[in-house]
């Protein structure tokens, strides 16, 4: 329970963070936060318009739509979340260096607030994902309400692994490269752009030890499918959330000791 007493003990602080951090990506611009809406907006559109009207791509009536569009966008989104937070949090202790050496700061939260930016823009592109098949007609489930359970395992799998990067990346600076790296290649043996179908019985073993996939494919499976995810699939979600939060968390609190003498 430390973890979670000490999120819960730290809300207004992380929160504060969150506001800064959202404020600072659109400070100077004319439409401020409107560009969270007009990024997803402008990608869903570009979608649509390269796969259905120019490649004419289409998946099969099993994927709960025949748009890959729709069912690229509803992939992305907790996909963009999930390496957002990770890759922002390798230099998110370095960047706030002069919290770490000055005062006695809560130095946990910091790869947080990057894992809630992400989670936020997230929500914003789920609303227009929502919206888009409200407009085409697309039956919902009253499943879809399961959705905030899915999206605190997401939380739990994020801040868990962004803990464990945030605090090796001040110990082992070139970490932040290798993490881009890792995220360009684990994108690709996620079934985002492409459906699941289409992998080798010879390597599905990847899809049981990837818990991107179990992320992704409840999303699509409520959302798109108007069904509950496969039970194996929401078990290694599950599992995968809670083993990598607590190992996380355990991680950070063990090398943050060491932090001011490094940093």
Same mark, same amino acid.
Request: hydrophobic share 55%; charged share 10%.
């Given at each position: ?124 592109? =789920? %609303? &227009?994902?929502?919206?888009?098949? /409200? *407009? ?6 009253? @499943?879809?309400?399961? !959705? $905030? ?57 990847? =899809? %049981? &030890?990837?818990?991107?996939?179990? /992320? *992704? ?6 959302? @798109?499918?108007?069904? !509950? $995810? ?34």
């Amino acid at each position: 329970m430390g973890p979670v007493l000490g999120l819960y003990r730290h809300g207004a602080l992380i929160k504060n963070f969150v506001k800064r951090d959202l404020q600072a990506r659109y400070k100077g611009s004319a439409i401020g936060l409107f560009w969270s809406v007009v990024h997803p907006l402008t990608m869903l559109v570009l979608y649509t318009y390269v796969f259905s009207a120019i490649l004419r791509v289409r998946v099969g009536a099993a994927e709960g739509t025949g748009s890959f569009a729709i069912y690229l966008f509803c992939g992305l989104l907790p996909w963009n979340a999930f390496a957002e937070g990770v890759n922002r949090s390798t230099g998110v202790i370095l960047e706030h260096a002069n919290l770490i050496k000055r005062t006695i700061f809560p130095s946990e939260i910091l790869p947080i607030y990057p894992v809630v930016s992400g989670i936020f823009n997230q929500l914003v592109g =789920l %609303v &227009i994902l929502l919206v888009a098949l /409200l *407009v085409t007609a697309h039956p919902f489930s009253p @499943l879809i309400l399961i !959705l $905030p359970l899915i999206l605190l395992l997401q939380f739990g799998l994020t801040v868990g692994l962004a803990w464990i990067v945030a605090g090796i990346t001040v110990f082992v600076r070139d970490l932040g490269q290798v993490c881009g790296m890792v995220m360009t290649i684990w994108v690709f043996l996620t079934p985002i752009f492409y459906p699941p179908d289409l992998i080798p019985e010879r390597l599905r073993f990847i =899809l %049981v &030890i990837n818990p991107m996939y179990a /992320l *992704v494919e409840s999303y699509r499976s409520l959302i @798109l499918k108007g069904q !509950l $995810p496969p039970s194996g699939t929401l078990a290694t979600l599950v599992g995968f959330s809670l083993v990598v939060f607590l190992l996380g968390y355990r991680v950070f609190a063990r090398v943050q000791k060491a932090f001011a003498d490094v940093i």
